[in-house]
């Protein structure tokens, strides 16, 4: 990994980690969709865990089209925000975790999110995973990095 992308992945994963809920961008039936999402993460920043129940929107959608953008920031809801926030949004794959998988992304989402215990040992609810293939850090309003993930 090159000096620069270590850079960008420390400040990617200083973001993800302070930050807990995040707004997933899904599109289906023709039209766009945001909801907000409880998420976690693999340190390696490959990976990035949430759940819902299939009965929703969101999940038909990622049903249907199987691509996602998960956008992150730390706004404070303030003026300087338009020049100080970081805004992150990482794109990809999207699919339902089995066995093993589901079991691994349920402990590390249980770590970061323990009052959702009952939700994710629900049988309606569906833990999935967002394979990121690429990062969009927004920094000081202008400034756009990139981060390959490679697969």
Excluded: W
Excluded at 25 to 38: E, I, N
Excluded at 44 to 62: C, E, S, V
């Amino acid at each position: 990994m090159k000096d620069m992308d270590r850079e960008i992945a420390a400040a990617v994963g200083t973001l993800l980690d302070s930050q807990r809920v995040g707004v997933l961008g899904t599109h289906g039936a023709g039209s766009p969709h945001c909801s907000l999402v409880g998420f976690s993460f693999e340190e390696d920043l490959g990976r990035i865990y949430f759940a819902t129940t299939r009965a929703t929107r969101k999940f038909a959608n990622l049903s249907e089209t199987g691509r996602v953008a998960l956008l992150v920031d730390n706004r404070a809801n303030r003026e300087e925000d338009l020049h100080e926030a970081s805004a992150l949004t990482a794109v990809g794959p999207v699919r339902e975790t089995t066995g093993e998988e589901r079991e691994r992304a349920a402990s590390v989402h249980l770590v970061r999110h323990p009052s959702l215990r009952d939700f994710l040992g629900s049988p309606t609810t569906a833990i999935l995973v967002l394979e990121v293939e690429r990062y969009f850090l927004v920094r000081r309003f202008q400034e756009v990095m990139v981060l390959e993930i490679a697969p």
